[in-house]
């Protein structure tokens, strides 16, 4: 198994909308509607905001929504804030009980 | 409220033993599978196997097979990663999360433990 692959880190000003993808292959994220994403302050306890490729679980803000096409899923935060600076991480069902991480993005609030 | 709580941060020398923890609490910790996570300095998130405590049935990703052991005491709502001999090269953080009940992903996680493997 081999990592999904992130963006070292993207950036974005206040109020604009970045885009994060997490490219895998046919087992993983191609084959699965199970991409799954994290928001990890270094320290803390990574946080879920998307399961099932776009599902938000409760008291996740609607700014968060995913995607997915082909073997990319893709996380899209809409009018960001400064809070939302810190790294996110994508994760996808491989099978058989098994799973894989991105590479984990930096998200810059310029 | 449901959480997982992981014992605390190791500094070991290698070739020793270790094993770290990682306790629920607030759900039924019987019927949800929990993983483990490594997360080596400056990297991200290796999915490295889970385990089902109500009947103890462990999956292991092939990279981690046979470098560590995977298991739960039900009875006491525990989960464990174990090494037999650490090396220099598995200093890093570690996580332990529970799988979703209806989803393939991890809805809630430990606090994480950072093991430092130092002569």
């Known amino acids: 198994q081999s990592a999904l692959t992130q963006p070292r880190s993207v950036s974005g000003s206040p109020g604009q909308s970045v885009t994060i993808p997490c490219t895998g292959t046919s087992s993983d994220v191609g084959n699965y509607k199970s991409v799954s994403w994290y928001q990890h302050h270094p320290g803390k306890a990574p946080k879920l905001i998307i399961y099932d490729v776009n599902k938000r679980p409760s008291g996740v803000p609607d700014r968060f929504s995913g995607s997915k096409s082909g073997n990319t899923a893709s996380l899209t935060i809409s009018g960001l804030q400064a809070e939302d600076e810190t790294d996110y991480f994508c994760c996808s069902y491989a099978g058989s009980y098994t799973y894989v991480f991105g590479t984990a993005t930096k998200v810059t609030v310029l | 409220e449901v959480q997982l709580v992981q014992s605390g941060g190791e500094v070991k020398k290698p070739g020793e033993s270790l094993q770290i923890s990682c306790k629920g609490s607030g759900y039924s910790f019987n019927t949800y599978w929990i993983g483990w996570m490594r997360q080596m300095p400056g990297k991200g998130l290796e999915w490295m196997g889970i385990?089902?405590?109500?009947?103890?049935?462990?999956r292991y990703s092939p990279s981690f097979q046979g470098q560590v052991t995977i298991s739960a005491d039900k009875s006491i709502r525990t989960a464990y990663l174990q090494w037999s001999s650490l090396k220099a090269s598995d200093t890093a953080m570690y996580f332990c999360a529970r799988q979703g009940s209806s989803f393939d992903g991890f809805d809630i996680w430990g606090q994480g433990a950072l093991v430092t493997v130092s002569s």
């Open positions: 385990i089902y405590p109500g009947d103890s049935d462990t």
